[in-house]
């Protein structure tokens, strides 16, 4: 307990006097040892704040995006290597995945569990706190194993290496890395405890980046579907929707994103899924542009504008576009799930839930007419298209890349040409060279 003690009182900023309610940024005031509800609240608000943008950079790993060289811009030069995919020796202009802020998140995450346990009062903010802290912990694992460790596979998850499980509050942080069964028998451990934790089934807006019982059985849902467990995702998902299942109608509703917190989708708005910092420098692709339907599907209005050069997405840029699950990805999950399942008619219910409020009343009709024809094959095809359209550049697609079809993608940046191959061993990143030297069993 001393050992912790030293730690805590050494790592941890005192935070007593900020708010974080409305994605404020944390600024530390002092040096205090956690004890109070309070305090642990503004342990998690550290864990929160702390959680990276990796999301924003994997967009330009994909083919949702081009770039070009802009001479009055050096945003590119941030991205250059994650686009060109020269991930060994970043140069020194390359912007960080966050491996080490992932860690940060855990570490913030297993200190309220372990000490906070022992010395908040008992209550329901206690219980709630614990349910969060939890619930980011696992989804940290999740995000870290799917940019860092080839995608599950049940055949060789016992063998296969993954990351470092760093449940201890430990900053050497020196343990060898666990296998794939261990790390996701460690996800679904937090996510079963952080169930019996939540007290709070929704936040309301400005509250909404924080885990809640929807959120944790929508991260549930999609753990399961990347494991292709597509029966237990079915029932994650379900859960989830009994807590939030309204999708925004844009016909009618334009004002607000679908990809802002203050959208009825929001379930959980923690991340922002392209850094507005970079808005100009993510042109749309031209594969990308071309799988909308854009006279009929209200998303590419919706969701992207016209530059000089082309198009950039819209979905950036106000503050508000925080989106890190939402209740049209659970729609997708279930579609999806079903029709892995062959239980297309359920499936193809499901994802019209989802169809009559993004196209047009007219346009609707018609696709629901062309679900109607689709076998299995033609289903999934479907789907996961009608995912990329949903979800384009909010840090999606390489998650989807990565676990169902690693197609070569073709990069050009001015006159030079960069392929990642089909089944590249770049679709999984090198643990970066810090993280290697500090703990020589990575």
């Known amino acids: 307990m001393k050992k912790i003690i030293l730690i805590l009182s050494g790592l941890f900023l005192g935070l007593s006097a900020v708010s974080c309610d409305d994605f404020l940024d944390i600024e530390p005031q002092g040096k205090i040892i956690p004890k109070t509800v309070e305090d642990f609240r503004n342990v998690m608000s550290s864990a929160y ?31 250059k290597d994650t686009y060109t995919y020269q991930d060994v ?30 010395t908040m009062q008992p209550g329901d903010q206690k219980e709630q706190l614990l349910g969060e802290a939890y619930g980011l912990r696992a989804l940290a694992y999740f995000d870290l194993t799917n940019l860092y460790v080839k995608p599950y596979d049940k055949n060789t998850a016992t063998t296969d290496l993954a990351i470092v499980l760093q449940n201890e509050i430990d900053i050497e942080n020196q343990k060898p890395r666990s296998t794939m069964a261990e790390v996701y028998a460690q996800i679904h451990s937090d996510i079963d405890n952080a169930k019996k934790h939540l007290k709070v089934t929704i936040y309301e807006e400005g509250k909404n980046y924080r885990f809640t019982l929807a959120a944790i059985y929508a991260l549930e849902a999609k753990v399961n579907l990347y494991q292709k467990d597509y029966e237990a995702a079915l029932v994650s998902v379900d859960k989830a929707l009994t807590y939030k299942s309204e999708l925004q109608d844009i016909n009618t509703d334009t004002k607000t994103s679908v990809a802002s917190f203050k959208s009825v989708e929001s379930i959980l708005a923690l991340e922002e899924g392209l850094d507005y910092s970079l808005q100009t420098t993510a042109l749309v692709s031209d594969e990308l542009y071309n799988i909308y339907d854009r006279e009929n599907d209200l998303r590419f209005a919706t969701s992207f ?8 997405s819209k979905k950036t840029g106000t503050g508000e576009m925080k989106s890190s699950f939402r209740t049209s990805e659970l ?17 193809k219910s499901t994802i019209e839930k989802l169809i009559v409020s993004r196209y047009k009343p007219e346009a609707a009709v018609k696709v629901k007419q062309k679900l109607s024809g689709l076998d299995q094959k033609g289903f999934i ?23 169902l079809h690693q197609k070569q993608i073709v990069h050009k940046f001015g006159n030079e040409t960069f392929t990642l191959s089909e089944n590249d061993l770049r679709y999984t990143l090198p643990f970066p060279q810090e993280a290697r030297e500090n703990n020589p069993n990575l």
């Open 49 to 79: 704040n702390k959680y990276p943008r990796h999301k924003s950079l994997t967009n330009f790993r994909t083919d949702e995006v081009r770039i070009i060289i802009d001479e009055e811009s050096t945003n590119f030069l941030g991205v």
């Open 331 to 347: 729609y997708i999950i279930k579609a999806e799930a079903l029709g892995h399942l062959n239980r297309l008619a359920e499936a």
């Open 305 to 312: 504008e016209k530059v000089r050069e082309g198009y950039i």
């Open 381 to 403: 095809s479907f789907i996961l298209d009608e995912r990329n359209k949903e979800f384009a550049l909010e840090g999606h697609r390489w998650y989807d890349l990565r676990r």
């Open 89 to 118: 020796n970043p140069g020194k202009d390359a912007k960080s995945y966050g491996y080490l802020q992932f860690y940060e998140s855990i570490f913030y995450a297993s200190q309220t569990i372990i000490s906070g346990s022992q």
